[in-house]
């Protein structure tokens, strides 16, 4: 499938699936400073979005509905990332959902793979 061309007249919006983690929030935040209008998804509302997000509080299982509300929406970032203990499990499930998203947007998924914090700054496990 071809990644859909930008036109200057439409917005440009991404729907940020896991908003509440770490790396779902600092794309909210990346999109939104660079203009773009941010759909940021999340079983839980975040706590404070920027100018231009607004919260979608739909399950990722829930995919019509997601699309749906997602509806215009040309880049999904797939910032879903279960608990280690349960990646054999729920990886492939999850990004397989991501996936289908995007497809029936026509959007670009951006997927970052395998991604740990870690360091001095990060909270206990």
């Known amino acids: 499938m071809n990644a859909p061309a930008f036109t200057s007249t439409e917005p440009r919006t991404a729907l940020v699936l896991g ?13 939104a400073a660079s203009g773009w ?30 699309v749906d509300a997602a509806a215009g929406a040309r880049v999904v970032v797939h910032a879903v990332n279960p608990p280690y203990t349960r990646w ?3 990886v492939l499930p999850l990004a397989r959902r991501g996936m289908d998203v995007a497809e029936r947007l026509g959007a670009r998924l951006l997927l970052p793979g395998n991604v740990y914090g870690y360091g001095a700054g990060m909270p206990a496990p």
Do not use: S, T, Y
Request: no cysteine; aromatic share 4%.
């Open 19 to 31: 908003a509440n983690g770490r790396f779902g929030a600092a794309a909210v935040q990346a999109f």
């Open 88 to 90: 054999d499990a729920e």
């Open 37 to 66: 209008r941010v759909l940021a998804q999340a079983r839980r509302a975040p706590g404070r979005l920027p100018a231009g997000a607004r919260h979608i509080g739909i399950d990722l299982a829930d995919r019509e509905a997601l």
